[in-house]
């Protein structure tokens, strides 16, 4: 069966269709221009060009690709009481069939970042150059990771909050998928939430992607503002808002998202699937060097990166609140799992913890028959112990 189009052309039934005409779903407020400054002549002309670029309302075809998932089975009871995770562009309706939800780039957006060229990339001052080194560029971590063999994808559950955000800093909370045997030429894919005034021009929760295979130094961007990530699913948008949260002390409001990102076995093309069966989109393996083959390690963290001098930052990672709080008050990852060269996904065990500042942000990693290999994780940043 073939789709047709308004010109009368038909495409097989195979293709994707991505109009990139949603702004109505997703045009989420005003931000303003970083430090109040306008732009000039010529900054005016390349926003111009680059927003022509992003939002074109063009007609882009993609063949589907078949994806072979790994093995996996129903999760544990673990799903507590929570409600899907939503995106507030869901009230308003649905992206037509053979269509995916973009979210508009503004003006505003663009003139935010250090520069133009920059913008949709991480700052390369503050990119790490291996994801578990102390010290690196304002990042301060509080993960787990897997390590050792090749690994071929990762799953986890991670709870949702809005933690307090300083200007010009961020809050993440992420599944990481690294090749680090090249130092100079990291490849990473990355998937989780985060909380980034700076690039989307407001404190809002946010569900995000990131690729790179040069260490952020040319190659990748978020989401879709760059080459790279190929998304198919027209339910959720990434860039988007996604809600609801997670409440403080309420054991019955823990709301969490799973993130599953698996390198098919046949094409070698790295997939993203979000919740138990929404397969987002995938990154085609010719965009890296070292992750084509396989990763050398999946880590799964809260981490923050930070601006501010003398005093320690008062950006939160997670819930704001330390580990020690446990369920229902402090971050988790839970069911924390990893994929084989079989294509099984194992659960996680020897995770190894990594915190490099324990009293502004810390973890405790733990088990249980509920949620397999888990651990809690966060804090407040500044505070007696961490001035």
């Known amino acids: 069966m073939a789709a047709t189009l308004g010109n009368g052309k038909t495409w097989p039934a195979n293709v994707v269709l991505c109009f990139f005409l949603l702004s109505v779903h ?5 931000d303003t221009v970083n430090n109040g400054q306008e732009a000039t002549s010529s900054q005016k002309l390349e926003v111009d060009k680059l927003l022509r670029k992003l939002n074109k309302p063009a007609v882009k075809s993609i ?20 409600k899907p995770i939503v995106q507030p562009w869901h009230q308003v309706g649905s992206c037509p069939n053979r269509t995916i939800p973009i979210r508009r780039t503004r003006k505003e957006d663009i ?14 001052k503050t990119v790490p150059l291996r994801p578990y080194v102390a010290g690196q560029g304002g990042h301060e971590y509080a993960s787990v990771f897997v390590k050792g063999e090749k690994y071929y994808g990762g799953k986890a559950t991670m709870s949702v909050w809005q933690p307090a955000v300083q200007k010009d800093e961020y809050s993440i ?3 990481w998928v690294i090749s680090d045997a090249d130092s100079k030429n990291l490849n990473t894919i990355e998937a989780g939430w985060q909380v980034y005034p700076q690039l989307c021009g407001d404190n809002a929760t946010r569900l995000f992607t990131y690729w790179t295979s040069d260490s952020y130094k040319s190659t990748g961007c978020y989401d879709l503002l760059c080459s790279g990530f190929v998304q198919l699913d027209a339910g959720i948008a990434v860039g988007s808002r ?6 403080y002390g309420d054991g019955n409001s823990q709301y969490g998202v799973t993130i599953m990102i698996w390198k098919d076995v046949i094409n070698g093309d790295w997939w993203m699937q979000y919740g138990e069966d929404k ?4 990154w085609p393996s010719s965009f ?5 083959d396989s990763s050398t390690a999946i880590q799964l963290r809260g981490e923050v990166v930070k601006e501010s001098e003398g005093q320690h930052s008062t950006t939160q990672m997670g819930s704001g609140h330390f580990p020690s709080e446990g369920q229902g008050k402090a971050g988790y990852f839970i069911n924390i799992k990893y994929i084989n060269g079989q294509n099984q996904l194992v659960p996680a065990g020897n995770l190894v ?3 490099d500042h324990p009293n502004c942000y810390d973890l405790r990693t733990d088990h249980n028959d509920d949620w397999g290999n888990f651990f809690f994780y966060g804090g407040p940043g500044r505070n007696p112990n961490c001035p």
């Open 173 to 175: 909370s992420q599944i």
């Open 111 to 124: 003139l935010r970042a250090s520069s133009i060229q920059q913008f949709g990339k991480k700052n390369l």
């Open 26 to 30: 997703l045009n989420e407020g005003q």
């Open 353 to 355: 913890p990594y915190v």
């Open 288 to 292: 890296f060097s070292h992750l084509s």
């Open 63 to 82: 063949k589907m690709r078949r994806t072979f998932r790994p093995e996996v089975k129903i999760e544990s009871k673990m799903s507590s009481k929570s």
């Open 242 to 247: 996604i809600t609801p949260l997670a409440v």
């Open 279 to 282: 397969v987002m989109g995938y």
